[in-house]
Every structure is written in structure tokens, then in C-alpha cells.
């Protein structure tokens, strides 16, 4: 098909949110078509099909079938879109953004909480919920696959998507991503790993080149791209703009092929960030299709990559066929396309209940909160974001289907009690405010946007006045903070209580209504630590981040120290550290116990211990196990690396017994020798706590 014909097949029907329409293609199975067309025969496995429609293909064809568009037109909806060749029966291919729900610039869809909120919950319940609903929205609204999970590692906290991962560590952020996509994909939509790999930065996204030494490499940024490869088996992985030690990301035989597909066994298909192809030849090194079209999968610059000897018609032939082949797995050909209004409650509801479970309750001095019915009477309320959903930008644009407030659900919940409202820019007039009300709520609030990084973790200065002022007349203030990344906060130490509610998306009123009344409990823990100012980071020269010159070579020199690692490794003490997070009642855990004190390379370590909830109130609690390998021929180890945590569900004085079993990968560390993840022989440390800076109980174990 020549690229005027493929022109005049994009387009079937322009579709609202409300619009019912069933989209039947035209090319049904059907006697006749399944001899004139047998890759329309459904007892062949997808890879049979998709082979048998590759050698039906003509060049131009299979051509058309290596890149998508992003214009908006006549059809589905659609972040990217690969037109339809109906003389084929090859179906529309539509694809939307992303990792906070469908955002497509036109339908309304649930826009959930930051990926980093969900995350946050330290619950593959909950990531696995948001990809469920998210899929099935997609599915209503005609799209094939969504281009999420994102969960690229928040190597420094000025990272400007930090929002849109799941924070610093890579096995939190592997177990996530899997649970995301198992959610997405059981609603019938394919789901895309993005940004593969090393995409760590804004500042000269399109074009920086991440230097990274081979072992951090794998050990954290590959990592949880390999363990959702492993485990939920995504039908895409998106391709970063970025280069990795001097290749593009879409160019990159190492990680695309020799890794991905290779040594992890991704069958799925490749697809750019939006643009991130820089040569033809990115087709021979594993890039499958390049979105929206520039100029690498023109057909005049295929044909000649051809005529010169760059690429093969069987390296076409391939990536056509991984990418037809999952159009099969997800039943795309087969299905009719049933378009139909979103399920809008449903959304809401998930998207509040995520909402809840990721906020991470920071301070909660003489037990100020939960709010009671009984002692607040008088609320003041300050600042816009208590005003308006807070949500991402970028990929995670949602329009949403609907949306509530902070001060409107505050005010509801409040039974009757004085709720007043000021924006709190008159700093006087906020604090003569405050003094009236028995309790003062400060909003706060900071950008983190895709396309720039952020400056500093320093909220602006107005926000820390008005707290400091509020704080200063009423003791029982309390600081609500709507943020995607850690901040600074120079008043803490003034303030009765802090809830992180991140940036909670459409329903995030009434969760942070119901966490400040305790109609749920808080449960969240952090998955980035919170330094306690501005360059308390790993990577914190600017040769590592964002990189000399302009953002241009960032150098991971810190390695392995990313995160926690980093902080514990160099004796620095955070504001908040990793893996923390209060709840309205408490725990205690018992001794943890290991059935074997010792083992062989490959076996799992199962840790015993039980948790009790010694409060008052039914709430979670997540113990986490850290472990410190052996450090033995001069490789530096990180003292702890998380290796398993468990969200538990506990009446008052309820008692769990609850066993976690170490997988031998996360004993494992990158050998540059042997070219893969290598058990070391030796003593390893096993940590049980409730963060990494709280970890009483030890035990030891033997790797024989
Ligand atoms: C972003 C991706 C996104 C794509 C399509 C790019 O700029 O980096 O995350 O999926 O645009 O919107």
C-alpha cells in the first residue's frame, strides 16, 4: 500500500464517551475467508497466524505495519494509531496514554491517582486494581492497548516524571509494574513497559545519553523491566528517547534484543516514545514500530535501507510478525469492536479507593488526627489545591469523568461543623483565621510535569509562610500535602500532622475526607525517601544529573547507590526514609524465624514472623524485609536492599502469622564477568521493619 493509499484507510468514526456503537469489521470469519484469508482461522496459535499473514504481506504492506500516526481524524480516538488494510482484514490498531488511566486529548476517562499514589500502597492489589479498570475503560472506548505502566527509577528526586513511577527501588517497582499489567491485560488490552531503559530524566529527554555502568544497569534499572517481562508476559514495551552508553534506546540490540527478548523471552513488539527512532536500522536491532511516523519507517528510506544492505526483507519479516502476532494473542482481529459509555462509578470509586491506600500519613503528633465529630467544630481550610483534583500532566492527562474537592467532601463529612475557606495569599488575615477554628488544614502543593525536571524539592516560598503563620495560631494544624515527589519541610517540627495524599486524581477529596476522619485508615508507605533538603540525593553533581553539558551525558558514577541504598550506605539521615508511613493504630512484629538457617544458590529464603495490631482501630500494616549481601572480591554491596514486604489487614489485637519468601534473585548481584545475576556464597543479613531506617530484628543465613 503506498503511503496515499494508507491515507485513505485511516478513519472509521469519530466516538464520544456516551456514544453506543458497535464496530463489527468487515472481514468476519467466514468459509470462504478462511481459505482466502488463513490467518483467520482461530485453531492456529497466534504465531501461526501472524506468520501466515507476513507471507500474504507485500513489501509496501508490511511497511505500512512499522510505524503508526498520532494525527487526530476520522477514527477511533487514539494516542497513536496504525491504520487499518482492509484488503487484508487487518484491523485499526488503536493506542492510548497511559499509567494513570485512558487519556486520548478527546474521550473522558477515570483519572486515577499518580502512578507513584498507587504505588505508595505497597499493594499489588492496588496497582492490579488500577490496571483492571483502566483496561476495561480502554476497551470501552475502542482501544487497543494503553501505553502504561511507566516505572522508570527515581534515581534523583528532581526527576520531573517521578510522579508517573514507582519510586527508587527496582524489586518494589518490578512487583507494581506486574501487578499493573496482569490488571491491564485481564481486561483484554495490551500493556506497554515504558520508557525502556534508563529514561531518567527531563532535562534533555530527547537526546541525553544515560552513561551507566553495566551492574546498575541490570540490577536496578533493567530489573523491573525483566521481572514484569518475566512474570505478567506485556504485549509492548515502549522505547526510550534516550540513549544507553551511546546507543539510542530504540536502536539498542543490547536491551532490546539481546536482553528483552533474548535472555527474558518478551514476545511481544517494540513501539517508540514519540519520536524516538533515529534510523532505519533500528528494525534489524529490535524496534518493532516507530510512533508517530518521521522518517525512519518512510517507505522510500525502508526501500533504500533495503537496496543499501542495512536492514533484510527478514528483518521486516520478523518485526511484522512479533507485532501481528500480539494483535492475535489479544484477539483484535477476532473481536468486534463493542464501543460503549464507561462504567463512570465504577472509575470513581477504584480511583478513590487507590486514592486511600497510597496516601502515607507523615506526622501525627497527640494523635491530632483522625479529625472527631466531637472537637472539630471549627476547620479553616487553606490552599488551592484543596480546591481542585490534583493529577499529572503529560501521559497521565486524563480528562476526567468527574471530580470532587478536598473542601467540598471536608466540609460534608464534617457534620455540620464551621468549615471556612481562604486561599491563604493575605497572611495575616489566614492567621487571624486560624486562631478562630479548634483545627486548621493547610493544602499544599508543587508541579512535576513530563518535559522538565524540577528545580528544587523547596515548595514555593508563599506555601511554607502561610503554614509557618497558620502553625504559629493554631496548634492543631495540619498540613495536607498534594505533591509528586518528595518536598522539603522546613516546618515540621511546628505542625501537628502531615498526610501525603501525592497526587490523588479525580476522587482524591473524598479519600483525603475519609483519612482525615479515619473512615479508613492510613496505610501508605514511602516509596522515595524524602531528603531533607535540596541536595541530599544520590546523584547529586552535576555531572550525574541531569549531566554536563545541558543535560546532555548524565554519568551514573553513583551505581548501585540509588535511593535508600545511597543513604544508608553513606550514614545520611532523611527526612522520611523509605518504606516509612504511619496508621492510626499500632503494630508490633514478633522475631522473624528462617526455616533453614542455610541453603544452596537456588534456594528460596522463607521468613516466619507474626505482626499484631496493638491499637485501637483495624488498619494495614507492611512489614518489610531488607536484606545486606555478603561483600566479598572487593564488589560493593548496598547494606540493605529490600527483597519482600506484605500488606496485612489487622483487627485491634488481631495476631497474623505471615511467612515471606526471599527469591534467590534477590541475593543475586549483577556479575560483569559471567555476564549475568550470580548468588555469592557467604552471610547474608536479614532485616525485618517497618522501613529501612527501622529494623530491630536481624538474622542471619548461609549461602553454601
Ligand atoms: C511520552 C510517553 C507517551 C507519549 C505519547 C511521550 O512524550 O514520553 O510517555 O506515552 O509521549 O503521548
Sequence with gaps: MSTSQKKTARGLFTLGIATVIALTPSFTSSAAEASS??????????????????????????????????????????????????????????????PAGVRNGKNHATKFPAPLTY?????????GLEGRVAGE?????????????????????????GFEYYGEDPYLSGTMATANVKGMQSAGVIATLKHYVTNNQETSRLISNSEVPERALHEIYMKPFEMAVEQAHPGSVMCSYNSINGTHGCSNYYTLTKYLRHAWGFNGYVVTDFPASWSTEDYKNGLNVEMPQTFTSLEPAVRLALKQGRLSEKDIDARVQETLTVMFRFGIFDRTKN???????????????????????????????????KTARHIAVFGDSAKFAVGGGGSSNVKPTKTDTALDEITKRSHGAKVTYSLGTDLQKAAREAKKADTAIVFVTNLTMEAADRPTIKLLPHQNKLIEKVAAANKNTIVVVNTGGPIAMPWLNNVAAVLNMWQPGQAGGKATAALLYGDVNPSGHLTQTFPQEDGQWPANTREQFPGKPLGLKPIYSEGVF??????????????????????????AYGTPRLYKTSGAKNAPIKVTFTVTNTGKRAGATVPQIYIGKPSQQGIPVPPKELAGFRKIYLCPGETKTVTITVEP????????????????????????GSNVNNTPSMVTYTVR
Design 339 to 373: 464501543i460503549h459509555p464507561i462504567n463512570v462509578d465504577r472509575g470513581d470509586t477504584a480511583a478513590q479507593k487507590i486514592a486511600e491506600q497510597g496516601a502515607v500519613l507523615l506526622k501525627n503528633q497527640n494523635a491530632a488526627l483522625p479529625l472527631s465529630d
Design 665 to 688: 534473585r534477590q541475593l543475586a548481584y549483577w556479575n560483569t564477568q559471567a555476564d549475568r545475576f550470580v548468588v555469592m556464597p557467604g552471610l547474608y543479613r536479614i532485616y525485618l
Design 119 to 127: 504505588a505508595s500502597s505497597w499493594d499489588p492489589a492496588i496497582a
Design 137 to 161: 475503560e480502554a476497551r470501552a472506548l475502542g482501544t487497543d492497548q494503553l501505553y502504561g505502566p511507566g516505572f522508570n527509577i527515581a534515581r534523583n528526586p528532581l526527576g520531573g516524571r
Design 37 to 98: 484469508r488463513p490467518w483467520m482461522n482461530t485453531s492456529l496459535s497466534p504465531e501461526q497466524r501472524a506468520a501466515k499473514l507476513v507471507s500474504a504481506m507485500d513489501l509496501s504492506q508490511k511497511i505500512h505495519m512499522l510505524s503508526g500516526t498520532k494525527l487526530t481524524g476520522p477514527h477511533t480516538p487514539a494516542t497513536g494509531y496504525i491504520p487499518p488494510i482492509p484488503e487484508l482484514g487487518i484491523p485499526e490498531f488503536v493506542q492510548s496514554d497511559g
Design 562 to 587: 540509588v535511593g535508600y541504598r545511597w543513604y544508608v550506605a553513606n550514614n545520611q539521615i532523611p527526612l522520611f526514609p523509605f518504606g516509612y508511613g504511619l496508621s492510626y493504630t499500632t503494630f
